[in-house]
C-alpha cells in the first residue's frame, strides 16, 4: 500500500508544521484554498455524474462527445460556453440586489465549507483536525451560515422584476421557514446525543455505534429536509421547469447563471458532507476492512459520494410535489417527528452516557 | 502603537452606521429589509471581535436567519413601488 505511506508522510510534515507554527495564517490559508478546490472539484464531479448517471436511469446516453466516450470534457466546454456568453441585466432588474445574488449564493456555501473537517489524526498524543478551522460550535455555525441561502434565491427573484422569479423566490421563502425547524431540531438531537457542538467530537461520538442506528428517525427527518433545503427533485418547486421556466434563475445569463447553479450543487455537495459526518460516521470505517488502515479521509470521500448519487437516484425516481404538500409536509410530519426523535435522543442519549 | 483591533472595529462599525442609516433613507420597502439584515450581520461581527463566537453564531442563527427572513416574508406581501413605470 504505498500510496497510503504517502498519505501518511505528507499528513505527518503538514501536522509538523502545523505544530511549529501553530495557527500560522499562511497555513490556514493554503488549506483552505486546498479545500476549496476540492468542493469546487466536488461539485463538478457531481454534475458529471448526475448528468452521466440520469441518462443511464432514463435509458439516455448523456454526455458523450467532448473528451473521448464518456464526455469527461463536457463540463469544460460548458464552462467556456458560460464565460463567453453576453451578460444581460433586464432594464426593469434591480441592478444591485440582482448582482448580489449569486455572490451571496456562494458566500454562503463557502463559509460552510470552512468548518467541514476530513479526518482526525492524533501524533504523539495530539489531535488536529484536518479542517480550515476547528470551532467549538461548528454544527452550529453551519446551521446559522446556511440559513444565509434564502436571501440569494429572494434577491435574485425580487431583482429580476418578473413574474417566474418571484413565484419562485415567494416559494423558496414559504418552504424555508418550514424545512429549517426539523433541520435545526435533528441537529441539536445529534448535537444532544453526541454532547458536544463539535462535528469533530460529534464524529468521534459514532465511533463505537453510527447515529444512523442510534437514530434513524432523525436521519430521514433530516436527509428529507436537507433535500428540501438544497432544493433537489421532489422539493425543487423554486425552479420547477414545467411551470416556472427556471425559477428564480429565469432572468439569469452567461456566467452569472453559472454562479447560481454552481452555488446549488456546492449547497448539494456540502450537504452530502453533513450527512456523511454526523449521521453516517465520518472517518470511522466499517469493520469488514479488518487490520487494513485506511484513512479516515477516503472514509469521508467515499461515504459523500455515496450519499451524493442517492441525491442521484432520488431526482431520477421521484416526482415533484405540488407546493402546498412541500408546505404540509414540513408542518405536520417533519416537525413532529422530529421533535418526537429529539426525545428519542435525549433518553438514549442521558442512559448511554 | 495603537491595537490593531481597531480596524476591523473600525470596518464594521463604517458599515453597521451606513447601513442603519440606509434603512431609514432608502425608498424601497425591500432594500430596507436587506440592509437592516446587513446591520444585524455585522453585530454578529462585534460578537466575533469581543470573542464571543457562540453569541456571534445565535445572532446569525436568529436575526438574521429567523427575524430577516420574516421581515422579508412581510415585505413580500406589499405592493412594489410603481413610480418606475
Known amino acids: ?353 | 502603537m495603537i491595537d490593531l483591533q481597531i480596524i476591523p472595529f473600525a470596518i464594521i462599525s463604517i458599515i453597521m452606521i451606513g447601513s442603519s442609516i440606509m434603512v431609514v433613507k432608502s425608498k424601497e420597502v425591500v432594500h430596507s429589509a436587506f440592509h437592516c439584515v446587513i446591520a444585524m450581520m455585522s453585530a454578529a461581527g462585534f460578537y466575533v471581535l469581543l470573542s464571543a463566537q457562540f453569541v456571534a453564531v445565535v445572532q446569525i442563527l436568529v436575526y438574521v436567519g429567523a427575524i430577516g427572513v420574516m421581515i422579508l416574508f412581510a415585505v413580500m406581501l406589499t405592493t412594489r413601488n410603481q413610480e418606475v413605470e
Open chain 1, 1 to 353: 500500500m504505498a500510496i497510503i505511506e504517502i498519505y501518511d508522510l505528507i499528513m505527518h510534515y503538514l501536522v509538523i508544521i502545523f505544530a511549529t507554527n501553530d495557527f500560522a495564517p499562511w497555513i490556514r490559508g493554503v488549506l483552505g484554498g486546498l479545500v476549496i478546490g476540492a468542493v469546487f472539484g466536488g461539485a463538478l464531479v457531481m454534475v458529471y455524474l448526475e448528468r452521466k448517471f440520469l441518462g443511464d436511469m432514463q435509458s439516455r446516453i448523456g454526455p458523450n462527445r467532448v473528451g473521448g466516450r464518456f464526455g469527461v470534457l463536457q463540463l469544460i466546454a460548458d464552462a467556456i460556453k458560460l464565460f463567453t456568453k453576453e451578460d444581460i441585466i433586464p432594464a426593469k432588474a434591480d441592478k444591485w440586489l440582482f448582482i448580489g445574488a449569486p455572490i451571496v449564493a456562494l458566500t454562503s456555501g463557502f463559509l460552510m465549507v470552512a468548518v467541514i473537517p476530513f479526518d482526525l489524526l492524533v501524533i504523539k498524543g495530539n489531535e488536529y483536525a484536518v479542517a480550515v478551522s476547528r470551532m467549538d460550535i461548528s454544527i452550529l455555525y453551519l446551521e446559522a451560515v446556511s440559513g444565509l441561502a434564502i436571501f440569494a434565491t429572494f434577491m435574485a427573484g425580487w431583482g429580476s422584476s418578473s413574474k417566474y422569479a418571484v413565484l419562485a423566490a415567494f416559494r423558496n421563502v414559504a418552504k424555508m421557514i418550514g424545512y429549517e425547524i426539523p433541520l435545526g431540531i435533528t441537529v441539536i438531537s445529534v448535537a444532544v446525543m453526541a454532547h458536544s457542538l463539535d462535528i469533530v467530537e460529534i464524529v468521534e461520538a459514532q465511533s463505537s455505534i453510527w447515529f444512523i442506528i442510534a437514530q434513524p428517525l432523525g436521519f430521514v427527518v433530516f436527509f428529507i429536509a436537507l433535500l428540501a433545503d438544497v432544493g433537489r427533485i421532489p422539493f425543487d418547486q423554486t425552479e420547477a421547469e414545467e411551470e416556472l421556466v427556471a425559477g428564480w434563475a429565469t432572468e439569469y445569463s452567461g456566467m452569472r447563471w453559472g454562479l447560481a447553479f454552481f452555488a446549488e450543487y456546492l449547497h448539494a455537495v456540502v450537504g452530502s458532507f453533513i450527512v456523511t459526518l454526523i449521521f453516517l460516521g465520518g472517518w470511522n470505517g466499517l469493520p469488514i476492512v479488518g487490520n487494513l488502515y485506511i484513512p479516515g479521509i477516503f472514509w469521508v470521500i467515499a461515504k459523500t459520494i455515496m450519499v451524493m448519487m442517492l441525491f442521484i437516484w432520488i431526482r431520477a425516481a421521484l416526482p415533484r410535489y405540488r407546493i402546498d404538500q412541500v408546505i404540509d409536509i414540513g408542518w405536520k410530519v417533519l416537525i413532529p417527528l422530529a421533535l418526537l426523535n429529539l426525545v428519542w435522543s435525549t433518553i438514549i442519549g442521558l442512559l448511554w452516557a
